[in-house]
Structure formats: C-alpha cells, structure tokens
C-alpha cells in the first residue's frame, strides 16, 4: 500500500499542539443517569442568536438540556430554553428554511422538533410540523433534503418494552420525510440499536445513511447498515457491501487522502476501525501502521480495551491535512473494558499517518467521555474542543497553539428549501493541494454541528473555492485571501 495510500504533504512544519483547560468558563453541567443514560450524552454546536459566535445545547440525561451562550473569549453563560429530560443528543439544523437554526433534541420518551427564533429562543414544533416524535429510546440522528425538503433518520437503541429484551431487542428505525403539510414516517427494520447514523456520499458518490449499531444488543444476527434512500432498501453482500459487526458508537467522516473521497471512521468497543474509500467505490480498512486503531489507553497502566464514542476529524493545527479525536470512556462499569480510558487526539503527519498527541496537548483526560466537537469557539482560527462526560463535568479547552498554519472557513446559504447547502461538496486547492468536505447533519455521537467549514491551508495565503450545490451546479471563487470567514451563496 503506496506509503499507506497517502500523499498530502504539510505545508509547513507542525506545531506541538496545545490546549488551554477553561473548563470553569462553561455553567456547571454534566451527563447523568442510568442505565438507559449509559449511552448518549451528545453535544450540539451553532450559532444560535446571528452574532457569529458558536453556543452550545448540551444534552442532560436525567439532568435538564443546558443552553450555553457564548459571550466572547471562550466565556459561557447558562440561558433560558425549555425544560426537557431525558436528552441523550442534539443537531442543530433549519428545519423550516426561515434562516434560523433550529435543533432535533433525541430523548429517552418523545423526541422534541424545536424551531428556532433566532434569538436562542426555542419552542416545540412537533404538532405544528406533524412530526411523530415516538417513545423510544433515541441516540442517533442524520438528516439531509430532497427536492420536496427535509428527510430526518432517527435511530433507536434497545426496544424498552420488549420483556425479553434487552438483548437481542433491538428497536426499529424511522424516515421522516416532509410531505408539504407534515412528516410522513417509514420504518427502517431490522434494527439493530443504532448509536450513531449519517447520510452522506459513500465510496461511489451515492448519497446514503450509514447506520453504526451495538453489537453488544443485537448479539449475534446483526450488523452496520447501509441504506439507499433512492431506492429505499438496505444493502447487501449483492450490492457489494461488506458484513461488519463491532460495537459501533460513533461516525466519522472525511477525505483524508486527497481523492475526493471521503474515508469514514467507526468508534467501537476495542479498535477503531477506519475505512478507506477506493476508486472502485468499495471501502477498505486502512492498515494498522496508519495509527488509527486508538485501541488501547495511551496513559496509565490500565492494558484493557477502550472504549470509543464521538470522532471528528479537524485540522488543529492549520497544516493542511485532517486530525482526529476521539471521546472515550467506559460505559459504567464494564470489566472486561478500561476504566481510565484517555481520550484520542490523533495528529496527523506528513506520510499521512498519525500519532497520538493528546497527553502534548492537554486533552488526555479519563472521565467518562461521550460526544464532543472541534469547532473555532472564540474566532481566532484555531479550532477549540469541548467534551461531555457521563456523570462528570463539560470540559472547554481554547487551542493555544502557537505557529499554526493558515486557515480559510467557508460558510454556504442558499434560497428556499435547505438554506445550508446540506449535501454540498466544498473544495478548496492551496499551494497544488485540494481538500474536500461535505456539509452534513448527523455522524459523531448523539451531537453535530451547524457552522462553517475549516480548512487549514498551512503556509498558502491564497486558496480556490469550488462549490458543488446539493442540487449539482458547480461554483468558483479562485484567489482567495487567507485567515477570515468567507460566506458564499449560488
């Protein structure tokens, strides 16, 4: 395998990353519950009031979802939202395409449609927008647009009510396409408890969801899913779609190559399994020399497997070539798993493989991680890290790294239905190297984001932009300045 497939070379040498813990800037709030809260736990990133700067919605658990406003200089303050229990995630999204970011609030009960007023107020929609929210046990969401508007997957985890479960009782999954007037609902069976789902171009260029699922539930006759929404069917070893079972928490997703196409990474219980994209429209898994596995703690002396959840995949340090963290945690007290498990963040080099640099930058701690985001909190071009923890504080970290490399953010708006390009494939060439990214909802672990691309650009002060819309047309805008926010429209 040509130096592990990989050929993106840095533009300028990497710093060490650094982070800064400004955990005592967030209001206090942690992840709680039982058993049905041992999964869950996500974290939903947007900009909730217009003013550019990302707030945070943190699910609860048993605790009620907290809203975070952010006030500038990585500084939170808690504000009023409705009180909901029971919250294991939450995706920011524009359900009703009036400009606002509204949010899918997954619960253990009913799921809460909120539609925002753009000023970080909130209110229900579910009746309004004839939207079945259930009452089951939800932890995983995506959601993309057809040209009649929204489509929402939602996954279920163990079926409650099923006396034999809870093995082998996976609940059923659900479409929810808008149809003018409300949401009209499709069962996705088999289940296989859902942990995490995103529709997104797969190996072929094919706009599908991928559904991660727990093997720990469905024992033995289930797998990950892949679903075709064209032709509404599941895929099979026919469609050349291979078998997997792990015990899948989390998605990640992103062209860490520099074909086009994007690789996808599933956290699991043990290795976390990285799948490259091939010419051929098949996946294959990357080799172990990549640095991927994370399969093991980093830290301590606890030889156990460990336990992935959220994973991103962000550029920290501005270089040009695509970082990965990952959440990680036990999900109580399992013994066969590690206990002390530190959270992942893996630098990527210049060969494309990747090394472990969370103990460097101060991210490695060892409470019960969940979801998580990288995002740019405070606008300075370096993207920041926020965690949730299960029955443990929210942890804040600025990123602190001096020498980072350039960056460009690229934020998309169209007209009428879907105002935030979902589906859109953003690629931007620097100094002969194109990265690509597409603007989805959903993947990582009960939490997403709304927000901007980064792109790190290393030492180019310039960059060319190109834009495929959702609906195919191709846009340009060559020559553009590095280090600032550019918003662009069809």
Known sequence: MRAFLFCLIAQTASAEVVFEDLSGNLPPHSYT?????????????????GDTLPDLLAAGGTSPASLMINRGDMAFSAAPFPKITGATGAYPLDINDDGHLDLMVLRVGENRLLLGNGSCGFDSANILWGFDGGDAWSTAFSATWEDTGPVLAIGNYVDRANPDGPFEACDDNSLHRWR????????????YCALSMLFARDASGQKRLRISNDRHYYVRAGSEQMYDIGRNRFLGPDDGWETIRLWGMGIASRDITGDGRAEVMLTSMGDQLMQIAGEDG????????????????????DGRPSTGWHAEFADVNNDGQPDLFIAKGNVDQMPGLAMKDPNSLLIQQADGTFTEGSIAAG??????SRGAALADLDLDGRLDLVVMNRRAPVELYRNVTESVGNYLSVDLRMPGVNTRAVGALVEVTANGTTQTQEITVGGGHAGGQAGPMHFGLGSATVADIRITWPDGQVTRQPGQPANRRILLKP
């Open 282 to 301: 098949h996946y294959t898994r990357a080799p172990y020399g990549l640095g991927t596995y994370a399969q093991r703690p980093h830290l301590g002396d």
């Open 180 to 191: 003018g007037t409300e949401f009209v609902t499709t069962t996705l069976t088999p289940g």
């Open 363 to 368: 991210v490695a701690t060892v409470d019960r």
């Open 33 to 49: 519950g039982g058993w049905e809260h041992f999964v869950g736990g996500g974290i939903a990133v947007f900009d909730c009031n």
